[in-house]
């Protein structure tokens, strides 16, 4: 049985990896998308178990001493963290596995799979960033700055991906994440120069 093929999202908050990945997982069969543990609250509407396991910060500590996480990382003052029995389970029925991670938790993927895809969705533009974060209202102004903030750092290990796309319309952004998923060749949104101008823009 052929071994599946572990696919890495990052995104700094705000750029609309969760609206993308959702969309391709009823898009592309034969894939899953592993949930994470994490101990920060849930957002409106988020359930238990579907979108993330909501545990204390008592039992995330105690998985951590289980080495039970692939990987885990804090962000924005919540932890997070992959279940490695699963991610493994799930690659060896060769199924492919799509984990949605910040780049601290891709960094630490890409160690262990060799072979893993990474892809880093970059938002169009910074005001395009603040926009999406304050109409989402799901956080208050304050978190909303902080994410902001944390979007440079995040932003500047882009380079570290296999991939880069930019979600500026998003069917555009579907399709090509598609195409990446479907173990095709594609190029992001915005091509050489374009792109470079982005990122620096994005950082400055």
């Known amino acids: 049985m052929a071994h599946g093929t572990l696919f890495i999202i990052s995104a700094p908050s705000g750029a609309g990896k969760t609206s993308l ?13 592993s949930i994470s543990h994490t101990t920060r609250t849930p957002r409106p509407g988020e359930v238990d178990g579907a979108n ?5 910060r008592d039992i995330f500590q105690c998985m951590l001493e289980e080495q039970a996480f692939l990987e885990s990382a804090q962000v924005h003052g919540n932890l997070y963290g992959t279940s490695r029995v699963w991610v493994e389970r799930h690659l060896a029925d060769g ?10 938790g891709a960094e630490q993927v890409r160690r262990v799979f060799a072979n893993s895809r990474s892809i880093f969705i ?13 109409g989402r209202g799901q956080d208050s102004s304050e978190v909303i700055d902080k994410r902001v903030a944390a979007a440079h750092e995040e932003m500047s290990h882009c380079g570290d991906a ?13 399709r090509n994440l598609e195409l990446l998923i479907k173990k095709q060749h594609t190029s992001s949104c915005v091509k ?8 620096a823009d994005l950082l400055s």
């Open 21 to 33: 990945v959702n969309h391709i997982l009823t898009r592309v069969t034969g894939l899953r998308a």
């Open 52 to 56: 993330y396991h909501f545990v204390t």
């Open 95 to 104: 199924t492919d596995v799509i984990l949605e991670i910040d780049w601290q």
């Open 122 to 134: 970059l938002p169009p533009s910074k005001e395009a960033l603040r926009e999406r974060l304050v």
């Open 162 to 174: 296999d991939y880069i796309l930019v979600n500026d319309q998003f069917d555009i952004a579907c």
């Open 192 to 199: 050489g120069a374009e792109l470079e101008n982005l990122i």
